[in-house]
């Protein structure tokens, strides 16, 4: 089984608002990725909440395979988040997917996609990559999983040892570079981008 940490926990400073709120189509940020997941191969969905816990809890779908847990550290950044939600994974999990709330546009196919090559390639951590930019979401294999909590939590994902000699696979999926810290970047990601799951 692979699982997938949603995070939701940072304070969105510069989008001026919680990013899970966003409006994608006719859904929420949250809303929208839950249903692509839940269209998905991933087994489980694990939201880390922090900041704007409260406000995002009622968006978050009742089903048996989406879990919530809190991050009250959340201060500390993604790599705090990820490692609360890392805590919380099924204990028979091969893989966890890490993807943040404002990278809303991947589509459910390049999800299988790289689903479908960490099981067939067995690889340490598997990144997807559009046009030669590595993006979202990375695939960490649970043997990676206590380099990952040992990483300080105010430090980067990408300082991970292991990060450079990551296995890469192509796509042909713009949403996996399709990142929004803004309300003018989301605005022109919603002109562009396919809003299908």
Known sequence: MVSC?????????????PKALATIGSHKAIEF????LLESLVA?????????ETLI???????????????????????CSFQTGL???????????LLPVDCPFVLTRTVNGLMEHFHQKNPDILIPVYHGKRGHP????????????????????NGLSHWHQAQTIETNDPGVIATFN???????????MT???
Request: proline share 3%; net charge positive; aromatic share 8%.
């Open 182 to 192: 803004t309300q003018k970047e989301l605005e022109g990601y919603l002109k562009t």
């Open 33 to 36: 990725l839950q249903k692509k």
């Open 195 to 197: 809003l299908a799951l």
């Open 57 to 79: 809890k009622p968006y978050v779908f009742n089903h048996s395979k989406v879990h919530v847990v809190h991050n009250k550290d959340y201060k500390l950044g993604q790599t």
């Open 138 to 157: 990375p695939i960490f294999h649970q043997r990676m999983r206590q380099d990952l909590l040992n990483l300080p939590a105010d430090k980067g994902i």
């Open 44 to 52: 489980e969905i694990i939201i880390v909440t922090g900041a704007y």
């Open 5 to 17: 940490i949603l995070l939701t926990a940072g304070e969105s400073l510069r989008f001026g608002s």
């Open 87 to 97: 805590l919380a994974v099924d204990k028979n999990t091969k893989g966890v997917l």
